[in-house]
């Protein structure tokens, strides 16, 4: 393969992740070809990417030559397993959040990731929010000062208990929305000094976690994240307070639903925020409330930037040590909560 040549890419599984994300993501992103999708739903795949071979099984997508990027956006259970076996025949990897189902089991991707000669990566899309972006540059433009308390939320209304694997998953929505939540966070301030997770099952016959209210302690901030499926009212986004003003945000960035109703990268509207944050300071003692220029939600970029990375001209989106951080953080909520104590991540 020349540096010119387009980069083929199999795509392991067709739920949400790989229907609504990954396939018209590869598609849009110029130097990526989507061949092959390993899926059970032939009928499914088809109808999005007529043109698209269906392959029963990862071996399949690992023996072509013209793959040279598998994603696998499976069950969390199948995460480690998978990336391992695509990493040790030569490919490179993207895979879901988690990356793996345990921390134990990242460490051992994350040890083949660093002697492979494929790039690895996980997708933690939400680097791209438009929201987020938004928030990234106000913070780094100085609008809200010094940061004391970062709230972020990713509330959901989903009362009744589903038989799908991600009702019952191990960890449950801390596993499930935590990592985005977690990412983001580490982004824009680092590795916290301490984990506090409350962490319950609280919808009725729910055997998993289904509440999170996290505190991730630093030395002035104060980091809480919170994410539930008992919250009818779940708009709230962000509330982010520093000595500089206050930003607030509502409604959840607009990628996903946009690709789940047809649109495409590269559509008029897409990654335009329809909610946009307020940003509210205090002028000679009175409040001033605005509404800072949104930026545009951009989850292209980052499989352009694996792109770049596969032919060694930028480094990965997310790179293997930050994922770890993020899956150190999980972990260490679990173990919070197990024991009702603060924990070092």
Known sequence: MTSTDPIGVAVVGYGLAGQTFHAPLISATPGLALRAVVSSRPDAVHADWPQVEVLSDLDSALAREDIGLIIVATPDSLHAEQSIAALRAGKSVVVDKPFAATLADAEAVAAVAKTAPGVFSVFQNRRWDAD?????????????????????????????????????????????????????????????????????????????????????????????????????????????????????????????????????????????????????????????????????????????????AIRREGPPPVPVDQALTVMRIIDAGLQSAAERREIAP
């Open 132 to 308: 987020f972006l938004t928030l990234r540059r106000l913070i780094a433009e100085g609008a809200l000062g010094e940061i004391a308390v970062f709230e972020s939320h990713y509330d959901r209304f989903r009362p009744q208990v589903t038989d799908r694997w991600k009702d019952q998953r191990d960890g449950g929505v801390w596993a499930d929305l935590g990592p985005h939540l977690i990412d983001q966070a580490v982004q824009l301030f680092g590795p916290p000094l301490g984990v506090y997770a409350d962490l319950q099952a609280q919808r009725r016959g729910a055997t998993a976690i289904d509440y999170a209210h996290v505190l991730l302690r630093y030395d002035r901030l104060r980091v809480i994240l919170n994410m539930g499926h008992l919250a009818a009212e779940s708009g709230l986004r962000y509330v982010v307070h520093g000595d500089g003003g206050s930003f607030v945000k509502h409604g959840l960035d607009a990628q996903e639903g946009q690709s789940k109703a047809g649109l495409r990268p590269g559509d008029a509207d897409w990654g335009v925020d329809p909610s946009p944050g307020v940003l509210t300071q205090v002028i000679d003692g009175h409040a001033a409330h605005t509404t800072p220029r949104p930026e545009r939600g951009d989850y292209p970029a980052f499989y352009a930037a694996m792109r770049d």
